[in-house]
T-cell receptor, first 110, second 115 residues
């Protein structure tokens, strides 16, 4: 079993839709949770990060962590074609190694 | 932008040849990482470094070696390239974000094809 599981998609939605991207993880020691966005043929870029459980909002993006169920979510409101990318969840327990999900490919259709 | 560059950006080579990829950073970060990214596998850690001449293996280190003789440069070497090493290679550094969370920032990647 992988330490972080993420549905690879692809996920296709119309412009303006609310997008929900999810990951599960297995190690209860993980405390820090990140979402990266990766455009085609580019490196991953940090999009959101949270510590422990709860929500964090940044513009149209909301990151949510539920440690009781080991579930990580990213919500995108009013999705735009420019949001089309691969989204990777990531986590670590405070150390220097980060565990990444395989990434979900998102397509937002105009 | 964490000031990370990778070279070359693209390379095609033949099976059995040695290949060296370079990662260069300009902001004096202590930790540097090499990942490979393949469909269905996501990012997998090859090797990492926690200082000059201090390196350790990741989960997919077989067939790869690294060196770090200067803080700013982290080299990844494929001693004898194989077709299974065809991949996109990313370098990353570890840095602090606003609320003291440590996270990683990535370079633009090197696309390697082994024929």
């Amino acid at each position: 079993q992988k330490e972080v599981e993420q549905d690879p998609g692809p996920l296709s939605v119309p412009e303006g839709a609310i997008v929900s991207l999810n990951c599960t993880y297995s190690n209860s020691a993980f405390q820090y949770f990140m979402w990266y966005r990766q455009y085609s043929r580019k490196g991953p870029e940090l999009l959101m990060y949270t510590y422990s459980s709860g929500n964090k909002e940044d513009g149209r993006f909301t990151a949510q962590v539920d440690k009781s169920s080991k579930y990580i979510s990213l919500f995108i409101r009013d999705s735009q074609p420019s949001d089309s990318a691969t989204y990777l969840c990531a986590t670590h327990g405070g150390g220097f190694k980060t565990i990444f999900g395989a990434g979900t490919r998102l397509f937002v259709k105009a | 932008d964490a000031g990370i560059t990778q070279s070359p950006r693209h390379k095609v080579t033949e099976t059995g040849t040695p290949v060296t990829l370079r990662c260069h950073q300009t902001e004096n970060h202590r930790y540097m990482y090499w990942y490979r990214q393949d469909p269905g596998h996501g990012l997998r850690l090859i090797h990492y470094s926690y200082g000059v001449k201090d390196t350790d293996k990741g989960e997919v280190s077989d067939g790869y070696s690294v060196s770090r003789s200067k803080t700013e440069d982290f080299l990844l070497t494929l001693e004898s390239a194989t077709s299974s090493q065809t991949s996109v290679y990313f370098c990353a550094i570890r840095d602090r974000v606003r609320d003291n969370t440590d996270t990683q920032y990535f370079g633009p990647g090197t696309r390697l094809t082994v024929l």
